[in-house]
């Protein structure tokens, strides 16, 4: 059965950080990525990993504060956000791709998602 459980959300003033963590279990996919979905609004995909030579890509809004990271001994994908601005809270959840590149990917599998609110 394929896992993913979401961790580390919560209530935070804007400026400040968090880190996500993403334990997945049960499959090996090509990549991980992380997405959210504020309230009203539709989901957008904020980074990707790739699992074999860790390569990433960031969505344009997120970067230079998130760090999408993998421990390949965990089985654990994080999330490191800095400068945390209010239009960063949505609900976050990690998912699982297979595909032949970074680029190039079809996602397959989700998370339930943890709460990010940010705080003005």
């Known amino acids: 059965e394929v896992q993913f459980v979401e961790s580390g959300g919560g209530l935070v003033q804007a400026g400040g950080s968090l880190r996500l963590s993403c334990a997945v279990s049960g499959f090996t996919f090509d990549a991980i990525g992380w997405f959210r979905q504020g309230l009203g609004k539709e989901r957008e995909e904020v980074c990707r990993i790739s699992t074999s030579d860790g390569a990433t890509e960031y969505a344009d809004s997120v970067k230079g504060r998130f760090t999408i990271s993998i421990d390949h001994a965990k089985n654990t994908v994080y999330l490191q956000m800095n400068s945390l601005k209010p239009e960063d809270t949505a609900v976050y959840s990690c998912?699982?791709?297979?595909?032949?590149?970074?680029?190039?990917?079809?996602?397959?599998?989700w998370g339930q998602g943890t709460q990010v609110t940010v705080s003005s």
């Open positions: 998912a699982g791709a297979w595909g032949p590149a970074i680029e190039a990917l079809t996602w397959a599998y």
